[in-house]
């Protein structure tokens, strides 16, 4: 079993930066993978970022704005999240599984409560 509690999301304008915190308790937390997905208003689920096989996967919506990185020691992952654009308003969803992301695509079976972020023009 293994809990996931994200926080750091807020109200930001347009142009701003936030980075979102998710911490993960459980046993053997460091053998999962970890990630981030969003779900915008309205809207389906995104994954938008994680450490894959392959090197990190960033969706296309964000790629090049925003930064994931895993702190091992505090069991927490990040997502560095610059140049926000209202469209980036959404509940941003930490997951976690033993099996790794493809690239693009991942079904992890623990999941946050989510943190909001909402970004104003």
């Known amino acids: 079993q293994v809990l996931l ?16 915190s998710c911490a993960a308790t459980g046993r053997t937390v460091i053998s999962y ?6 779900q915008p208003p ?8 994680a450490l894959t096989r392959r090197g990190v996967y960033y969706a296309d919506s964000v790629k ?3 930064t994931f990185s895993r702190d091992n020691a505090r069991n927490t992952v990040f997502l560095q999240m610059n140049t926000l654009e209202p469209e980036d308003t959404a509940v941003y969803y930490c997951a976690a599984d033993l099996s790794p992301p493809d690239y693009g695509t991942w079904h992890p079976l623990y999941w946050g409560q989510g943190t909001q972020v909402t970004v104003s023009s």
């Open 64 to 66: 090049g704005r925003f």
């Open 33 to 38: 993978y970890m990630g981030w997905f969003r």
């Open 5 to 20: 509690v994200e926080s750091g999301g807020g109200l930001v304008q347009a142009g701003g930066s936030l980075r979102v």
């Open 42 to 49: 309205g809207k389906e689920r995104e994954f938008i970022a």
